[in-house]
């Protein structure tokens, strides 16, 4: 399956960030990954968030 990694990176990139501004001081960790990760990098963090990898097939 094709992941388009730039719509996942935005997702991932505003889940994290509004959890973050949400007083959970850890997704700052996970938002500096999300914005610099590479596709793999990526795809384990959306699992670790519960996303679901096929709301992003290309």
């Known amino acids: 399956m094709e992941i ?19 007083g959970l001081p850890m997704a700052a960790v996970e938002l500096a ?8 990098q990526l795809v384990e963090l959306a699992r670790r968030a519960g996303l679901e990898l096929s709301d992003y097939a290309d």
């Open 4 to 22: 388009d990694i730039s719509r996942l990176r935005d997702d991932l990139e505003n889940y994290f960030g509004t959890a973050m501004c949400s």
């Open 33 to 40: 990954q999300a914005q610099s990760g590479t596709p793999q």
